[in-house]
């Protein structure tokens, strides 16, 4: 297999929509370059990107692909990418490793919202960008609109490079603006006849060559003073300062294609070869510090991993960028994630399902490796004493959570480790063992990816699980200051047990005074692991209880804390003062006070006209203006508080605050509501007392577990 230098390496990552003709244009770029010699579909389920079983079966991406081509002595890494926004954690780790990105717009039906979404993970990398114009063989097809909406929604850096002689089931010719030439084609697709610009759209032509040519100039001084004294730039110059201007991410140049049909590809193709950015040119990654990482050719080698796939029978299969120097198989390198020492094994490349053996990566260049004993993703490998790390690929916030639970008992571990495998295929779910719900809580992207868990676990782990609601993680607290007295007395021969205790429990608010009939001796603050705090005052006098015995009973009241009264959720913001009490010089120890403790606090706490707290979200809502409306009333009737609303391009941005238990689904229903055109982010804000009917209701339900 051919190894190529840096100059000649084109990374490109396709992102779009669902729907757009990512694969099919993956599928077309490959044919075209002659890596495979019939081109797939997705009906028929035979694309070289989309090789899944559950792929096949929805008739769309769920994971990121990796394929590579060679174009007229250039390799393009090519990176197909899901559409739908429940699987955003296979394009933010392509993009992290992408010099450029191709996005497709559905000429059918413009810039839908996941591209929305798709677009500042590109900017948040300062990826390259090119638009693609696909579908336009489409009835409905509307390239002009489609080109005012991306320039709404993308800024006027959108530079139409070409248009459609005509479109709907005439389009078979595109003309260039660049090239000022027309490409017609032959009915079945293929290569093009290059003709005149027709005369009746050379004005049109003429004026998007002159805006292509002042955007070209404005971004570059010395094309700038050629063109005023000129007023004019030859292709030379415009291809020159056309890739200046895309590498500083100053223009997004728009092309048309009709992928299904072999239309425009090749013209795209030789786009990438002569002006998108080679590794060394395009996106540089910082390391940990925050500082620009430079690719180094001659450099030692420098790996980051940013892809975990498992396949039966072979083991995991990471995929890595090179980013200095070069890697063979066998090389011995360290983990500077984990300090410990790694060997290479064999090194592929790969389109598909297929696998290529490979001697040697070079600098820019992605691979895979197979076989590493020690390598997830977000880890940095290099020569030992070379400690860099690069900057770990940020993947986003969950959106949907669920419990999942066991049918069979005594297939805990084979679960646990299921889990932690999908986790590191797909860093973006994220699994919480919950020792507080006693619940196993999978976090992920929406309701489509929690099914393709759901089959995972099923189908290649062999579980038999369900899917149940999660329990809300509950905070207790007090609104009053009540005393709480509480004698422990057992008797069953021998040793006895005796403890009384005598509390005040009051809501803990910062900087409140001392008790003012009390003195306290001693106070502990304690930062509680679940959120809040727990003040204890020592206020014992006289030596009624043995200063021995403290600790006991902080720790009983601490258990109770955990296991709340009302919810069996965790209590908070409380202060407790032990300030009376008694014992007995024989049947007094640790366990008699740590019980009495308990007790008082738990008999105190119901009577201090407790509250129940519930965790608060607050979310972002990307939506259309036309859904407004709904979506707006629809977070009326969740008890969400609106907190905001301003305008992201085209689009409308909700802020709110909304409580986790309202949450639930509320991906799936946004999209059945705006169809499909919404997303949505969530973030924990803060803890908020419930409705009074919401506490009634949750005190019941403990009471009924409690009494099973």
């Not at 193709?269 to 080679?278: E, K, R, S, T, V």
Request: with cysteine; net charge negative.
């Amino acid at each position: 297999m051919k190894v190529y230098d840096p100059a000649r390496i084109r990374n490109v990552v396709l992102l779009g929509h669902s729907g757009s003709g990512k694969t099919t244009l993956a599928e077309t770029m490959l044919f075209e370059a002659g890596a495979i010699n019939r081109r797939g579909t997705i009906e028929e389920g035979n694309t070289v990107s989309d090789y899944h079983e559950l792929e096949k079966e929805k008739e769309k991406s769920i994971y990121s692909s990796f394929m590579n081509l060679d174009w007229r002595g250039h390799k393009i890494n090519l990176i197909d990418t899901p559409g739908t926004s429940d699987y955003v954690g296979e394009v933010v780790g392509p993009l992290r490793v992408a010099d450029t990105a191709i996005f497709t717009l559905n000429a059918e039906n413009g810039v839908e919202v996941g591209t929305d979404s798709l677009w500042k993970y590109a900017r948040k990398y300062e990826v390259s960008s090119i638009f693609v114009v696909n579908k336009l063989d489409n009835e409905r097809s509307d390239f002009w609109q489609t080109v005012q909406e991306a320039k709404e929604h993308f800024g006027r850096e959108v530079t139409v490079v070409q248009f459609p002689y005509s479109e709907g089931s005439d389009f078979h010719a595109i003309v260039d603006v660049l090239r000022m030439t027309m490409y017609e084609f032959p009915e079945r697709g293929g290569k093009p006849d290059k003709l005149p610009i027709p005369d009746s759209l050379k004005d049109k032509a003429e004026k998007l060559h002159q805006e292509l040519i002042e955007i070209i100039a404005e971004n570059d001084e010395s094309l700038m003073e050629i063109y005023f004294e000129h007023g004019e730039l030859d292709e030379e110059q415009m291809e020159e300062g056309l890739h200046l201007s895309l590498v500083k991410g100053q223009i997004h140049p728009l092309f048309c294609v009709c992928a299904a049909r072999n239309m425009g590809t090749g013209r795209v193709m030789g786009f990438l070869d002569d002006i998108a950015p080679n590794p060394l040119e395009g996106n540089a990654p910082k390391n940990q510090n925050g500082d620009d990482f430079e690719l180094d050719p001659d450099g030692k080698p420098v790996l980051f991993l940013f892809k975990t796939y498992s396949e039966s029978h072979v083991g995991d299969l990471i995929y890595f960028k090179q980013y200095s120097g070069s890697s063979v198989a066998g090389m011995d390198l360290m983990n500077n994630s984990t300090s410990n020492s790694v060997r290479l094994g064999s090194l592929y490349l790969t389109e598909g399902h297929k696998r290529i053996s490979i001697n040697e990566i070079k600098t820019g260049d992605i691979g895979a490796v197979v076989k590493l004993k020690d390598g997830e993703v977000n880890h940095t490998l290099s020569e030992k004493g070379n400690n860099i790390v690069l900057e770990e690929i940020e993947f986003p916030p969950t959106t949907i959570r669920t419990a999942v639970k066991l049918t069979n008992e005594g297939d805990e571990d084979k679960l646990g480790n299921a889990l932690h495998q999908i986790h590191r295929e797909d860093p973006s779910i994220k699994i919480e063992h919950s020792q507080e719900l006693r619940q196993i809580i999978i976090h992920a992207q929406g309701e489509e990816h929690l099914g393709v868990i759901e089959h995972q676990l099923r189908n290649r782990f062999k579980l038999d699980v369900e899917f149940i609601t999660p329990k809300i993680p509950y905070r207790e607290s007090i609104t009053t200051q009540v005393r709480s007295k509480y004698k422990h007395k057992k008797q069953s021969g021998g040793a006895g047990q005796y403890a009384e205790v005598e509390l005040l429990i009051e809501p803990y608010e910062e900087g409140m005074a001392d008790p003012p009939d009390m003195k306290v001796r001693n106070t502990d603050v304690h930062d509680l692991p679940w959120g809040g705090k727990l003040v204890f005052n020592n206020c014992i006098v006289g030596g009624v209880i043995d200063n021995r015995f403290m600790p006991a009973i902080l720790k009983g009241v601490m258990e109770k804390m955990q296991n709340g009264p009302m919810s069996g959720c965790c209590a908070r913001d409380i202060r407790v003062s032990v300030f009376d009490g008694s014992m007995h010089s024989v049947d007094s120890n640790e366990a008699a006070f740590k019980t009495a403790a308990r007790m008082a606090f738990r008999d105190g706490f119901l009577k201090a006209n407790p509250k129940l707290l519930e965790p608060v979200y607050e979310i972002e809502v990307i939506v259309p203006q036309d859904h407004m409306g709904e979506v707006l009333s629809d977070l009326g009737t969740r008890r969400g508080q609106i907190q905001g609303m301003d305008a992201e391009g085209a689009l409308q941005k909700i802020k709110a605050h909304v409580p986790l238990e309202e949450l639930d689904h509320y991906s799936t229903s946004l999209k059945s509501m705006t169809q499909g055109s919404a997303t949505y982010q969530r973030h924990f804000s803060h803890y908020a007392q419930v409705p009074f009917d919401v506490q009634e209701r949750v005190m019941k339900e403990n009471a009924e577990l409690e009494e099973v």
